[in-house]
Each structure stands twice: as C-alpha cells, then as structure tokens.
C-alpha cells in the first residue's frame, strides 16, 4: 500500500477549538498547516488530498477508505 517515496502524516498538532495545525511525516519532518497543504498539492504526502470549503478556503483531509481509524483527526498527537 502506499507509493514508494512519498511520505505519510503519522502525527497531528491541534488548536484549542480542535483544528488541526501542523502535522508531523513520517520521515520525521514538522510541516505547519499551510506547508502541509502545498505538499497535498504536489502529491508528496499519500493518504490525502486538498478539498475546497463551503468557506472557499481550501483544507486537508485524509482519502475516503472506509477506515475511520486513519482519519486525520484519529492521529497521535505530537508536540
């Protein structure tokens, strides 16, 4: 599963409201929210894609499997 060479989020930092904030790869780097959001862009994090808001911002959400427990908002936390 997966693609060779791309990294996956295994860890998220959250808000006090519950947003998430900074994600951490796993190679090990910390890319903050926006960061994160070009690197969905180009296709280097696997297991997610870019989705465009009802607020017309544009958010990060993990790929529909049918697996609740990989869901972004699921992840460890790190600080």
Excluded: C, W
């Excluded at 951490?24 to 180009?42: F, I, W």
């Excluded at 958010?59 to 869901?71: E, K, L, Q, T």
Aim: proline residues 4%; charged residues 30%.
């Amino acid at each position: 599963m997966g693609n060779p060479g791309r990294e996956t989020f295994i860890a998220v930092q959250k808000n006090g409201d519950g947003d998430l904030t900074a994600f951490k790869t796993s190679t090990g780097r910390v890319l903050k929210y926006d960061e994160a959001l070009q690197e969905v862009k180009a296709g280097a994090i696997a297991g997610v894609n870019v989705f465009k808001g009802r607020d017309g911002e544009m958010y990060i959400r993990g790929d529909a499997d049918g697996d609740p427990s990989n869901n972004l908002d699921h992840l460890p936390r790190f600080e």
